[in-house]
């Protein structure tokens, strides 16, 4: 059973820092593209941050770069997400997906004072 399960989530102020983390189960992690989307409250799903199955490469959408890391440890089937400098427009949920393929529950990131 294919399992994606992200934490790290909650309530910090602005200019704050998160790390999220995505356990993965049930597939071959180690081959798999990983990304993380995420969708503000009353939008629509918006991608964050993608890296290919080897870690190397990544790609962030323009209003992430700087503040945000994706990274990947094969050893324990889990990609991080790591936000500093947060402010209130990355307030939303925050999901992980595999090959674009599987996803997770999400995790809740709220940025406010």
């Known amino acids: 059973q294919v399992r994606l399960v992200e934490s790290g989530g909650g309530l910090v102020q602005p200019g704050g820092s998160l790390r999220l983390s995505c356990a993965a189960s049930?597939?071959?992690?180690?081959?798999?593209?990983m990304s993380w989307v995420r969708q503000a409250p009353g939008k629509g799903l918006e991608w964050v941050v993608d890296t290919d199955s080897s870690g190397v490469s990544a790609y962030y959408r323009d209003s992430v770069k700087g503040r945000f890391t994706i990274s990947r440890d094969d050893s324990r089937d889990t990609v991080y997400l790591q936000m500093s400098d947060l402010n209130p427009e990355d307030t939303a949920v925050y999901y992980c997906?595999?090959?674009?393929?599987?996803w997770g529950q999400g995790t809740q990131v709220t940025v406010s004072s």
């Open positions: 049930g597939f071959t992690f180690s081959t798999s593209a």
């Open positions: 997906s595999a090959d674009q393929r599987y």
